[in-house]
């Protein structure tokens, strides 16, 4: 039997044992009266001088570490506030406590009742007055020296990677408060929080290979919404000038260190407001979620420095692509040429059908990796904006944006095509490339076209991918760091690399 086999039983040994002299494993009702949290918020306000403290605190958490010296013991343990030290003496608490207490393992969780007292080496410790077990663990934890560190293991096993890695719950308790943060920014601006289909009779609002499922009752093939963008366009035709969601999404992707096929963004709309619009309030909405949540502007991102507050740079898609990636200009408006230079670059183009598609795969190698200060590209041809409104002085582009930091896309956004008969001809041209084999490109969606028939406003629209946000906030270097529970490959068929 290995090492980890032979722990493994020997914990459940001993909780057969407990049981069988009539312990209770898993009691329930404990009155909880404060958290380690507030026991160390009250601890700062005690006199320098003082080294006991009557205060009595009622606190319950999971045993971390356990130092037993005969018929006393010190303990870590912690809650989802903190963790702190506890001093456990058999005279304190009874005989039958400490019997009990003696029986206990690292992983267990336990109540504990007393005052505080201040150890030789300066640490405030609660005094236990009273010790109960409150949930047995039959599993041991990881050795507390190394940790969990196996990328595989603690994605697969999340719940121990936040039990033995602090550093893993700072992150998510960050990611709530971008959010919050977030939801708080549109609010303030009369944005109205609203939820959309899930499932969507067509995908629609992004180039993206959908998931598929079925409706038994309606024996009908819906989607797992790729973005919720047309139908948050129906509420603005509807009159709700101002919406914004906070959902997932999903796309039948890869899975890498930036994609994750089931991911977080937020989508809003604005009616009377233009792309320029959005990106004055992008700027200053991460300038807000920065300060909030990391309490500065100026952030370290993989080793670069990056500052989120100011203006941000604004470049068009064609200036980038020959200032910053090197691309002479006069290949921009030459397919042939532009696949030979492509080619020569090393750069492989799977979608040659249209001029567009190659210019954007070039900026994605060319460019985009050297964006590493927040940066507007602007410009964007029509080709590869079936949903944006064309531009008035060069109609071949539209008034769309992305947003690029720290060398990957962030955000997306443009002022809405709000021309049933453009849009209808955009759609179209979208199903001859679906036909012609781009599995990405839209479908028709007439019921839509109909929405805007009615008249949708002047609009402007955004989606921004919260976790990549996360990831640039919280310092992570990919994806799965972010996301409670990434999608995995099935056990034991992952690689190294993977991660």
Not at 24 to 44: K, Y
Not at 219 to 236: C, G, Q, S, W
Not at 407 to 418: D, P, Q, T
Not at 456 to 484: F, H, K, N, W, Y
Request: glycine share 8%.
């Amino acid at each position: 039997m290995d090492n980890a086999k032979d722990l493994l039983s020997k914990r459940k040994e001993k909780a057969d044992g407990l049981k069988a002299d009539g312990i209770n494993l898993f009691p329930n009702g404990f009155a909880i009266d404060h958290t380690i949290g507030e026991i160390a918020e009250h601890i700062q306000t005690l006199p320098e001088d003082l080294h006991e403290d009557a205060t009595f605190f009622t606190v319950a958490g999971r045993m971390m570490a356990i130092n037993r010296f005969g018929k006393s013991a010190f303990i870590r343990f912690k809650d989802r506030t903190g963790l702190m030290q506890a001093y456990i003496r058999k005279d304190k608490v009874g005989d039958a406590a400490y019997a009990l207490f003696k029986r206990l393992d690292v992983g267990d969780f336990v109540k504990i009742s007393g005052g505080l007292f201040r150890t030789k080496t300066g640490e405030w410790t609660l005094l236990a007055e009273a010790v109960d077990l409150v949930c047995k663990s039959t599993r041991p934890l990881p050795e507390k020296f190394h940790g969990l560190k196996d990328p595989e293991k603690r994605y697969r096993q999340r719940y121990i990677d936040l039990i033995m890695n602090p550093d893993v719950q700072e992150i998510f308790i960050k990611r709530s408060r971008i959010i919050q943060s977030m939801r708080s920014f549109f609010l303030s601006r009369d944005f109205l929080e609203v939820e959309t289909p899930m499932m969507q009779p067509i995908p629609g609002g992004a180039e993206a290979t959908p998931f598929v499922t079925h409706h038994n009752a309606l024996d009908m093939d819906l989607f797992l919404r790729i973005a919720p963008e047309l139908y948050l366009k129906r509420l603005v035709v509807g009159g709700l000038e101002r919406v914004f969601e906070i959902n997932r999404n999903f796309r039948n992707e890869g899975v890498s260190t930036r994609h994750n096929p089931e991911f977080t963004m937020v989508e809003f709309y604005q009616a009377y407001a233009t792309y320029e619009d959005l990106m004055d309030m992008t700027e200053r909405m991460f300038a807000h979620i920065a300060e909030e949540v990391n309490g500065s502007t100026s952030i370290t991102y993989q080793g670069d420095r990056v500052e989120l507050g100011g203006k941000w740079q604004r470049i068009s898609l064609f200036d980038a692509l020959e200032t910053i990636g090197g691309v002479d200009p006069s290949l921009l408006t030459d397919k042939d040429r532009l696949l030979e230079f492509a080619a020569a670059q090393g750069i492989t183009v799977t979608k040659t059908g249209r001029l567009a598609k190659i210019i954007t795969k070039l900026f994605d190698i060319l460019v985009e990796p050297k964006l590493i200060q927040p940066t507007f590209i602007t410009g964007y041809p029509a080709e590869v904006s079936p949903l944006s409104r064309r531009s008035d002085t060069h109609p071949d582009l539209t008034e769309r944006f992305e947003l690029f930091i720290a060398g990957r896309e962030i955000a997306n956004g443009f002022s809405e095509l709000n021309d049933p008969e453009d849009q209808r001809r955009r759609f179209v041209q979208q199903v001859e490339d679906r036909e012609a084999g781009d599995e990405e490109a839209h479908c028709m969606d007439d019921d839509y076209i109909e929405a805007l028939e009615y008249g949708m406003p002047p609009t402007a629209g955004q989606g921004i991918g919260i976790d990549r946000l996360v990831m640039l906030l919280t310092d992570a270097a990919s994806i799965r760091e972010v996301i409670l529970f990434p999608h995995m490959k099935p056990k034991g068929s992952i690689s190294k690399t993977d991660n």
